[in-house]
């Protein structure tokens, strides 16, 4: 069992963070959080393509972190892998020792690099995991037997702001059906939001860990020009954050953040939390200390 | 020089521009005679196909005019047109001769003055951009001339 | 029906250099009602490339005609007496019609004059949408008549994905989500349960390229002279 595993398991209120690999083979600044990270979060999640803007390939990355000594969560999008790749992948991953798998549909190409790729999306998240579970018991997709099969802790997203929520909590509801060890969230703003999905999840046994995001005027931007994937950062926050330079902002976020993972904490709320802080990944040490984890 | 009078087609509806510039002529307004009439039930018959075939043929610029927005007798007819004038102009300017050759006027029935005006606002254009292209390179061809382009046209 | 646009009158231009005898050649069908390739565009089409021509010195003849469909052979026959005399064959035809008029004509150089976007209808005079992307095993039934496969550009069985907002997709903001209107179909006809159940992945090697379809009562007529 994986570390990770273990801590969910433990009842623990986990940390996870999120880390982009390199876009390039210069591995220095990626290697640099990952030592920062690693000793303040009980796993570390390495997206794949976020955005669908290049990056060096999660396995890859994951691996290279593990090597640091980190916990990595490997993600994989069905945006860019068919389901033999997928597998296949899943495979690798496994033999390298990644165990601590997330598996996305994946963002489509409109945020990225890459307008004119091929959208693959062989299989959607739901039938990534179920294919996963099946390699586990020893069986690929075309029914054969394995050379030993796979383990791993396998998680899927959700996102507890999506307005109508109900197609959102089928879809959860699947996911957890299918077998998740672990659901992470799209970033929570808005806590009303998180309660009342909860209450579509209360007969679950399924580990939720909330998502939270300390941005910047960087992202401001992205925003304005319609560029920034995932939960859009509220009025009030855009309002507030405009008035300030991007130091302020940033510290203006933190403390929004710190708020948050405190209420989420003391009201049992989720599991644990996932923090991304784009390019101010040495931020998160300090924060974690703010709220008190 | 040569000197060459514009030569505009003008294709009008006979509830509004039609009357209008019927009025004007019973008003004894003066305006150039270089406007051809093509009297149409309504500006939603004109076709863009008609509108090539006018360019083709040599006309130096293309008039469309019909009832103002909201009057049209047809109820939508101009405002169709409108839609295929404008189309129309980007396949002009696809070809290289150019969309400002055409121009699509809402002209009411009571209004001669405004036919007046528009149609020198059409002769006017035309004497600044120059004849139509092909036109000129016909007429060169015809008269055996190497003229340089861009001859001038007389009012 | 299949839904085509005209190509920029520059490509066609470009790909017509140095002939010197074009016959444009139109289709009555699905690219007449998508007002890019009947008798008018042929009509509208020659008398671009004439003036355009005749504006840059170029001598070229140009011919228009148009059949009733460019994906029957009955029909690309009346084109036998004329092809001939040209050079070239431009077709306004979807990507169908295009090839057959060069099965027909081997001999002869046929250049598209269309790009053929989707199978769609027509929503209204001048407004297609798509609406199929020919999976060959519909979901229709599953779905509440909203296809997970064209209306999804993820093409999700099991949706909807995380980047909803508000209804609407992340790919196309003005676009409502087909996950979202699947659950309101479904749930507007008790069927909810249909969502709730995991659809299994696509079988792609329905689609494998490229199709062919024999009619069952017509299998001996074709296959005994194979």
Known sequence: MSNFKQALESGTF???????????????????????????????????????????????????????????????????????ALSSDLLGACALGLTNILLV???????????????????????????????????????????????????????????????????????????????????????????????????????????????????????????????PIPRNWVQEMSALDDEQAVAWSKQQVVGLIKAIKSGGLAAGIHLTADGREDLIPGLLKEAGL | MPEMEPKIIAMVCTYCTYTAAD??????????????????????????????????????????????????????????????????????DETGIGGERLEMYYIGAS????????????????????PNPLRLARIQRKKGQTEAPGAQISG | MIIAQRKPLQEIQQSLEGYSKALIVGCGTCVAVCLAGGEKEVGILAAQL??????????????????????????????????????VL??????????????????????????TTFIGANEEAGYWT????????????????????????????NGPCSGTRDGMCEVDPEKRCAWTQIYERLDATGRLDLMRDT??????????????QIHKAYKRRYTANE
């Open chain 3, 199 to 212: 659809t299994p992945p696509r079988d792609y090697s329905l689609t494998t390229t490229p199709a062919r």
């Open chain 2, 111 to 130: 209004d001669a003055p405004l036919w007046v005006r528009r149609v020198n606002e059409m002769v006017e254009r035309i004497k600044k951009i120059g």
């Open chain 3, 50 to 87: 004439a003036i355009a021509n005749e504006l840059a010195g170029k001598n070229m003849e140009i011919g228009e005609y148009t059949i009733e469909r460019q994906c029957d052979r009955e029909f690309l026959d009346e084109l036998r007496g004329m092809a001939g005399a040209y050079d």
């Open chain 2, 23 to 92: 009025m004007a002529g019973s008003m004894r307004l003066q305006y150039p005679a270089n406007v051809r009439i093509v009297k149409l039930p309504c500006t939603g018959k004109v076709d863009t196909i008609h509108i090539l075939k006018a360019m083709q043929a040599g006309a130096d610029a293309i008039l469309v005019g019909g009832c103002e927005v909201g009057d049209c007798h047809f109820l939508e007819g101009n405002l169709r047109a409108r839609e295929r004038v404008e189309h129309a102009q980007t396949l002009l």
């Open chain 1, 105 to 231: 549909s994946g963002d489509y190409f409109t945020f990225g690099d890459m307008r004119q790729a091929k959208p693959v999306f062989d299989l959607d998240s739901v039938q990534a995991m179920q294919m996963a579970r099946d390699l586990e018991k020893g069986a690929d997709m075309g029914g054969n037997q394995l050379d030993g099969p796979p383990a791993f802790c396998l998680g899927g997203v959700a996102n507890p702001s999506a307005e109508p929520i109900q197609p959102q909590a089928i879809k959860f509801l699947k996911k957890i059906r299918t077998g998740v060890d672990f659901i992470q969230t799209l970033d929570i703003y808005d806590l009303e939001k998180l309660k009342a999905f909860r209450e579509y999840t209360a007969q679950e046994n399924i580990k939720i860990i909330a998502g939270v995001r300390i941005v910047g005027k960087h992202e401001l931007e992205l925003q304005e020009a319609g560029k920034l994937a995932g939960v």
């Open chain 3, 90 to 115: 431009v077709s306004l035809a979807c990507g169908v019609g295009i090839q057959f008029l060069a099965d027909q004509y081997p001999d002869k150089v046929v250049l598209p004059g269309v790009d």
């Open chain 1, 14 to 84: 986990v940390v996870t963070a999120e880390l982009e690999p390199p876009k390039g083979v210069n591995t220095e600044r990626f290697l640099r959080m990952v030592d920062t990270l690693k000793d303040h979060a009980h796993a570390i999640n390495i997206p794949d393509n976020r955005s669908a803007r290049l990056a060096m390939s999660s396995v890859a990355a994951s691996s290279l972190a593990k090597q640091r000594g980190a916990e990595p969560i490997c993600t994989f999008t069905c945006r860019d892998r068919n389901r033999l």
């Open chain 3, 130 to 157: 798509e609406r199929c992307r020919m999976c060959g095993q519909c979901y229709l039934g599953l779905t509440g008549g909203v296809c997970p496969v064209t209306i999804c550009p993820k093409g999700l069985l």
